[in-house]
């Protein structure tokens, strides 16, 4: 990491450590860093990450594609907005695109929306449903294999060209025995309009959640309470019965093989991640309250141990568990703790932040920033 900001500026060498706080790295302070708390720490860890990203789009131009903006946290937007300023004034060849769904005026991710709007740099793109050929060509390629007129009508005229939903149908669908692949060909082995498909996207999921058997659906449960992305060493640590690490492993492969989630980093710090946030969603939901709060109890007791920096997760772990006092953000669960983003007062980005993970399912938020489709 040194060698590549010394390439990138000299100068900018004493600020690395801050990268430490995004990276969540042990990285000392240096004495340029060391004073800084709060805003000013942010602020200039947002002007070296800004500084680097306009040096990486001068050797190439760089695409960063940002999701799920209809969950954006508001330190992500301020860094994103500043983004967005700085290239205003300093041309570069970056396109941001900022991937959410269907906003309600209402809804907070509109700020940042209406914000780009008003800098007069953003375009809106409205992506429709696909056609059916279209829907024939994504089957076919999610299939690995050719598929006849009779499938493509039915997940069309079921799925109405949303892509996560064909997936969904799809899938169902195979695991129910309607449909075989032998070869490069698929083959419709039983009625398809005895399938009694789900009318919605998030009970069909269920539905797929339900013909797991209840070890991988244990599994699935508590990787939904951890987060959108799941690291295995504390997915290992939060299981609330006995199971051994390579029987773990080999469940983690079934929920792989059967789409609900993907290995995203390899050993030594293997994490997985829920390949759509409405799985994720749907498996939380399916808990009951006391479960939830049991296991959440669990994650945060796991994270003390393996990330006792990581405040604003066991803040958000804590709370989830009726644990009010050790989920006040910033609160030290251990005494002594620092957050990975260093200590800040209640009005800047990770006590809003904090508020708006309390009010929905528990979420590693992995990207964030701006653009539009």
């Not at 109890?297 to 772990?317: G, I, N």
């Amino acid at each position: 990491m040194y060698a590549f900001v010394d390439d990138a500026n000299h100068e900018w060498l004493p600020r690395v450590p801050l990268l430490g706080d995004l990276l969540k790295l042990p990285i000392a302070d240096s004495p340029t860093t060391a004073p800084l708390e709060g805003r000013s720490r942010h602020q200039m860890l947002f002007a070296l990450v800004i500084d680097l990203l306009l040096y990486m789009a001068r050797q190439k131009p760089l695409l960063i594609i940002l999701e799920d903006t209809h969950w954006i946290d508001e330190l992500s937007e301020a860094l994103a907005l500043d983004l967005a300023r700085r290239l205003m004034m300093a041309r570069a060849p970056i396109l941001l695109l900022l991937v959410h769904r269907p906003l309600a005026d209402n809804d907070h991710p509109q700020q940042i929306v209406t914000a780009l709007d008003e800098m007069h740099i953003a375009n809106h793109t409205q992506l429709d449903e696909l056609s059916r050929p279209a829907v024939t060509d994504l089957i076919e390629k999610y299939l690995d294999a050719s598929i006849p007129p009779e499938l493509s009508r039915f997940v069309y005229e079921r799925a109405h060209g949303n892509p996560f939903y064909i997936q969904e149908v799809v899938d169902t669908l195979t695991e129910t025995g309607h449909i075989k692949r032998i070869g490069s060909i698929m083959f419709i082995e039983r009625d398809l309009n005895d399938a009694n498909l789900p009318q919605t996207i998030q009970t069909l999921v269920q539905a797929r959640i339900d013909r797991l058997n209840e070890l991988d659906k244990l599994v699935l449960k508590v990787a939904a309470v951890i987060g959108r992305e799941f690291p295995v060493r504390v997915l290992v640590k939060s299981i609330p019965i006995q199971m051994e690490y390579d029987e773990l492993l080999q469940r983690l492969r079934t929920l792989e093989e059967r789409d609900f989630s993907y290995l995203e980093t390899p050993e030594p710090e293997m994490t997985y991640l829920f390949k759509h946030a409405i799985t994720q969603e749907v498996t939380y939901q399916s808990l009951l309250f006391a479960q939830r709060r049991q296991l959440h109890q669990a994650v945060a007791t796991s994270l003390e141990v393996l990330a006792p920096d990581a405040t604003e997760q066991l803040a958000y772990h804590f709370a989830r568990s009726g644990d009010d006092e050790r989920a006040r953000p910033g609160a030290a669960a251990c005494p002594g703790r620092r957050s990975a983003v260093r200590d800040q007062p209640p009005p800047l980005a990770d006590h809003a932040a904090f508020g708006r993970y309390a009010k929905r399912p528990g979420r590693t938020t992995r990207r964030s920033g701006i653009g539009d489709t």
